[in-house]
């Protein structure tokens, strides 16, 4: 009897002493290195409320690097805790066999509550109502404006384009060309290469029309892509007109071509991501005001919304409680009220807890900082279906390619719209029966 | 002592060995035995498929574009590349003043990290800030769209491929150079041979070591090295015009995940590759020519 007492209590020590040991969480980050600060700021809060872990947030290369390194870290053997995937990796993250879904850890957690984070988020990252990641860094394109260049083209600042013709009259007019027929001034940019294929997932949103079939992939392994359709047609040729007038130019791969020439004040309109908007104002500074507008949608079509961007945070599973324990905590303290307020005013994503939203509000945040209001009015308005929800299939990387394939097909007059998007639909439909075979 | 002589050699050569076997030897092992098998990304899961892979490849578009555009890529930067630095190296053979300078900034490209370089075309090529785009508005009052149009893009690219290997073909031109023995200079011009005769008949056939040398390292390079600025100036655009087998197998294992069609991608490209090295070997000594 005293033997066994003694056991007990020589196994309470020392469980004791295992658990209070210090660990340091690995928190792999792909939203930029620029984000690493504000992030590791965060985590810095959360080790004062929990002084046994410590975070290390470490920026391991651009989403796709991320993805590639985590793969790589994984086969190694030596995973981080925690990682950050962008929102066309879910599907290959959720039959990647090696994470922990989120729901498991809410249902074992009664102090968590999931109505707090924002339904759009929720359902993006679920799968038939199961949740798989923690959403974190959430946002959506938004179109930036010129106001002065708006007012000397003789056009209301304050009365932005809100459908695709007005949008393109406004473009139009907002282009300048010198004596010798140069332009020197363009109505609108955007980037090609990862920026386009994102906003034509978007657009086919705002019209409320499907990607992939079985509901966006929702209630079912999507098989087949159906984005050839009236919908995406309208896409095309609302950024095709533009480029073919001369009112619009291809800023080349990536974000960072498109925001130079806006902000050098070369393009009066650009699409990007609301995750942008204190670069944009800071860079912009005193030479010019800078607008938001909605994105324009079609007339005469109904209208859905914008598809949640951005990424979630994934739990790796370590087989290790104690450090899953740890990473799920962190988890909950990155999507309380506080962190996503305070994430969100630094960074121009919107916070994903609907009551940090009501917080910013309150404390007149909005106010003083319209434009980071309509990039969450943008996403609160839209229509909660399976088109806004987004497209969810491990073939996505290469379905964008496709996607982004056709544009630059059609920019450079290779193909018709009609053609080309055929041609991409086609394409998708294989990626899709390959990734599809591995299941 | 006869015994230990004849091991010496291997003893010298079991470090390379070793770094050549972790590193290149047992990877490609692998890539041989994951092109015949379809991989999930986390490769949790897999299925073998035999040559399905391989034949999946010639069926889609996509790498056989890649393999033009390899083939254009390789053509236009050694051929193009090569008669540039010829005339670069023999103009550099001459007693100038200053001659050492103009060698040191000549090879100076070589020097720069690829990546690097092609982070400098892509500056000087951009539509926004661009000295060369600038230059292209002023001079001839168009707005060329470099990186983003075909083919344009794929011409960046290759300026950029040519530039960075210039420096090392003119070291290697003007040693060639510099040990062809100024008296078959002197003889053809009593014999009244003229400057371009001199050029081609003394110094090209003298040279064709050195030229066969640099096609064939030039070919290795500008198949495998190009990567970085491809990937630094287009990441393959506009519309894959831009996409090199290199590239191709980089975007199918680290942007698609697909295993299995990167690894039998790099599986043709190993065994293109033997074959250029197989050529350098049987011919490579036969190659010289004397007239």
């Not at chain 1, 800078?290 to 914008?306: A, E, K, N």
């Not at chain 1, 299939?393 to 496709?402: E, Q």
């Not at chain 2, 720069?112 to 892509?122: E, Q, R």
């Not at chain 2, 190009?226 to 090199?244: L, R």
């Amino acid at each position: 009897m005293l033997r066994k007492l003694l056991m007990v209590t020589v196994f309470v020590i020392l469980a004791s002493v295992i658990f209070a040991a210090p660990i340091t969480l690995y928190f792999w980050q792909g939203v930029g290195a620029a984000f690493t600060k504000p992030l590791q700021d965060l985590c810095n809060q959360f080790t004062a409320l929990n002084p046994n872990v410590k975070v290390d947030v470490l920026y391991t290369g651009d989403y796709h690097e991320t993805l590639t390194k985590t793969i790589s870290a994984v086969q190694g053997g030596n995973p981080p805790d925690i990682v950050q995937i962008y929102d066309v990796g879910t599907q290959v993250m959720m039959d990647s066999g090696v994470i922990i879904p989120i729901q498991d850890m809410i249902d074992k957690d009664p102090s968590f509550d999931i109505n707090t984070i924002i339904p759009a988020a929720r359902n993006y990252y679920s799968y038939k109502g199961k949740l798989y990641s923690m959403p974190f860094n959430s946002s959506n394109p938004v179109i930036y404006y010129n106001k002065n260049l708006f007012e000397k083209a003789g056009l209301n600042p304050n009365d932005p384009p809100t459908t695709f013709d007005q949008f393109i009259a406004d473009a139009q007019k907002l282009t300048v060309k010198d004596s010798s027929g140069n332009t020197i001034q363009y109505g609108f940019t955007f980037g090609t290469g990862q920026p386009i294929e994102w906003f034509f997932e978007q657009f086919l949103a705002i019209q409320d029309a499907l990607y992939l079939n079985n509901n966006n992939g929702r209630t079912g392994r999507a098989d087949k892509a159906v984005f050839d359709s009236p919908a995406g047609l309208r896409v095309l040729n609302f950024f095709n007109t533009m480029v073919q007038n001369g009112s619009a130019i291809v800023a080349g791969a990536g974000w960072d071509n498109a925001r130079s020439l806006f902000l050098s004040q070369r393009a009066a309109m650009l699409i990007d991501s609301t995750a942008n908007i204190t670069m944009l104002l800071q860079g912009a500074g005193n030479k010019f005001n800078v607008g938001v507008m909605f994105l324009p949608h079609p007339s005469g079509v109904p209208y859905g919304g914008v598809i949640i961007g951005g990424a979630s945070l994934w739990l790796i599973n370590t087989h290790n409680t104690q450090r899953e324990q740890a990473a799920w905590d962190l988890l909950k303290f990155l999507e309380s009220t506080d962190a996503q307020a305070q994430w969100s005013a630094a960074t121009g994503y919107f916070p994903i807890n609907r009551n940090s939203i009501i917080k910013l509000l309150y404390q007149g945040f909005y106010a003083q900082h319209p434009e980071f209001l309509v990039a969450v009015l943008q996403l609160l308005m839209s229509t909660p279906d399976a088109a806004t929800s987004g497209a969810l299939s491990g073939a996505m990387p290469d379905i964008r390619t496709a996607v982004n394939n056709a544009f630059s097909n059609v920019f450079s007059k290779l193909m018709t719209p009609e053609q080309a998007l055929q041609q991409a639909q086609n394409q998708a439909n294989k990626d899709l029966a390959n990734y599809n075979s591995l299941y | 002592m006869i015994l230990s002589r004849k091991w010496i050699p291997y003893l010298l050569l079991a470090p390379t060995f070793l770094i050549i076997s972790v590193f290149i030897y047992y990877p490609a092992y692998q890539s041989f035995f994951m092109s015949l098998y379809k991989v999930s990304p986390f490769g949790t899961s897999s299925r073998f498929v035999g040559f399905e892979n391989f034949l999946q490849l010639f069926q889609s578009g996509g790498f056989i574009q890649s393999v033009y555009t390899t083939l254009i890529f390789v053509i236009v930067t050694v051929g193009i590349g090569l008669v540039i630095s010829l005339l670069l190296a023999v103009l550099l053979n001459d007693k100038i003043p200053g001659i050492g300078i103009f060698r040191t900034l000549l090879f100076s490209p070589y020097a720069v990290s690829p990546a690097v370089a092609g982070v400098l075309w892509a500056f000087l090529l951009s539509p926004v800030s661009g000295y060369v785009s600038y230059l292209f508005l002023i001079v001839l009052k168009i707005q060329p769209q470099w990186l983003t149009t075909y083919p344009l893009a794929l011409i960046a690219v290759m300026i950029a491929t040519i530039w960075q290997n210039i420096g090392f073909n003119v070291i290697f031109f003007l040693a060639g150079l510099q040990s062809i023995p100024q008296s078959y200079y002197e003889a053809a011009t009593i014999d009244g041979a003229n400057a371009v005769n001199k050029f081609f008949r003394i110094t090209i056939p003298l040279l064709s070591p050195i030229i066969f040398f640099l096609i064939i390292m030039n070919i290795s390079s500008s198949v495998f090295y190009s990567f970085a600025a491809i990937n630094v100036m287009t990441e393959g655009g506009p519309s894959n015009t831009t996409t090199t087998m290199m590239y191709e197998v980089y975007r199918e294992r680290f942007f698609y995940f697909n295993n299995g069609a990167a690894s039998s991608e790099s599986v043709i490209l190993i065994l293109i590759m033997a074959f250029f090295t197989y050529l350098y070997f049987k011919f490579g000594q036969k190659a010289v020519h004397y007239q």
